[in-house]
């Protein structure tokens, strides 16, 4: 399998994949992936906040936007849902107080990706996802290459010290 996130094959009809990778990582994968919009429309589902999707060029693509403020809005609109590719942005937010439901959405969409390709994505992977792994065909996650923060970079140059130099007993 390629190690390409643009490269990996997570959009396939009638699969449920869930993808956690950082943004750098997800945003090219999804856009290389959208159907052009003489072809089917894509489902955008997301919570209140999407992340992705204002970075997303959709100038050449259309895209059905629905937005789910709780796990119930979810159920309703991947029942109603007629679309081929449904790309849902996870929001961890959407289980505060009912973190249980998670697996039910799980199978929901497990349930939706029989007519579809049904991709949940998210920068990283949380406990609601570890709930609907189980019914997922595909997992992939990417981790971020551990990098220093930028502050914490800033402060350890301002420190002045590069090395230890040499140390003598005296």
Known sequence: MSKDP????????GTFSIVAAPHEALLPAI???LPPHEKSLCLY????????????DRRRRIFHVRRAINPYQVFEILD?????????????????GEPE???????????TAEDA?????????????????RYAD????????????????ARA???????????KNG
């Open 31 to 33: 856009a290389s992936t």
């Open 6 to 13: 643009k490269k990996i094959p997570f959009f396939s009809q």
């Open 138 to 153: 595909r997992v992939v996650v990417i981790s971020e290459a551990d990098k220093t923060r930028p502050i914490e970079k």
């Open 80 to 96: 109603e849902s007629r679309h081929s590719l449904i790309l849902f942005e996870h929001d961890p937010g959407l289980y505060d």
């Open 117 to 133: 390709a049904v991709v949940l994505f998210h920068k990283r992977f949380d406990s609601a996802l570890s709930m609907m792994e």
């Open 101 to 111: 439901l998670a697996e039910a959405v799980g199978m929901k969409c497990r349930e």
């Open 157 to 167: 140059t301002r420190c002045g010290q590069t090395t230890l130099g040499s140390w």
């Open 45 to 56: 589902l997301c919570g209140n906040y999407p992340v992705l999707l204002p970075k997303l």
